[in-house]
């Protein structure tokens, strides 16, 4: 094993948990029996965590038409997987926008790739019911992490791969080369450390390889899916791209069992340019 390898696997130990109360509401959240108090009660025990939790549910996320203002409402009107999901986004943002100085502009739009890639994977899994669309949502929230611990280990390195190329398959050839793994599998060995479900961790491992998946294969080819859409729309506008497009093009073989074809695609252009928006506005709230 080499040294920067080590050294890697060493700030992965040493890397902040999640909030215990994080994980216990992700768990509680996946019982069939477990009511939104039996959430809010273990929530409210973490004043910083509520406090997060309400701010985000009060945000453009949301769009509920009035505030909400306590924790009861929110765990009532939003539902249970519905808040595990937004407990999770609310401590995920606390390790992207950290309070250190090191590449401060790059942790924020890491976190707005992190919540876009959410919110196409969620959208994809509401239409197409092949998963859970708030787990989807917590997989492709989390898919990415292992950058942000590259970042902590040697931010220079991690930044000069994504300006050599914006190509995903060279910048994952070019961290294997520099660290001796790359991002994928950086953050698997987060997810693991957290003692995430191990979906979640095969997901973060094989999302650019979904074909490798086996114990969640759909949720990983739609986080893969969710992922591939949200970086080619971030600049681009939904508007342009009509089915037979070069991008819908690609997509084709991505989208084989899915129940999605390139016209369905194209037509949820507006639907993920409204949400992508509204994601961005989630970036002060981090």
Request: aromatic share 4%; proline share 4%.
């Amino acid at each position: 094993m080499s040294t920067t390898l080590q050294n890697l696997l060493e700030e992965i130990r040493s890397l902040e948990p999640l909030p215990t109360v994080s994980l216990e509401v992700l768990e509680l959240a996946g019982r069939e029996d477990t009511q939104p108090v039996d959430l809010c009660r273990r929530i409210e025990t973490d004043p910083a965590l509520c406090a997060r939790v309400l701010k985000f549910a009060n945000s453009p996320l949301y769009g509920f038409v009035r505030e909400i203002g306590s924790l009861e409402e929110a765990c009532n009107l939003l539902g249970n997987r519905c808040l595990a999901s937004l407990v999770m986004t609310s401590a995920v943002a606390r390790c992207y926008m950290s309070a250190e100085e090191v590449a401060r502009e790059w942790r924020r739009a890491a976190w707005e790739r992190a919540i876009q890639n959410a919110i196409a994977a969620r959208l994809l899994a509401g239409i197409t019911g092949l998963a859970d669309r708030h787990r989807a949502y917590t997989a492709a929230l989390l898919c990415d992490i292992g950058r942000l611990v590259m970042l902590q280990h040697s931010p220079q390195a991690l930044q000069a791969i994504e300006t050599q190329t914006q190509d995903a398959e060279q910048q994952r050839q070019l961290e294997e080369q520099h660290f001796g793994i790359d991002h994928a599998g950086a953050g698997a060995f987060v997810l693991e450390r957290w003692k995430l479900p191990d979906a979640l961790v095969e997901c973060a491992r094989h999302h650019h390889q979904p074909a490798a998946a086996v114990i969640d294969p759909m949720l990983t080819r739609l986080v893969a899916l969710a992922s591939s859409i949200a970086e080619h729309f971030r600049t681009q506008p939904w508007r342009t791209q009509q089915p037979g497009s070069a991008f819908v093009s690609e997509l084709s073989a991505e989208l084989e069992g899915t129940g999605l074809d390139q016209v369905a695609l194209a037509g949820m252009s507006e639907c993920f340019a409204k949400e992508l928006e509204r994601a961005r506005a989630l970036q002060s709230l981090a």
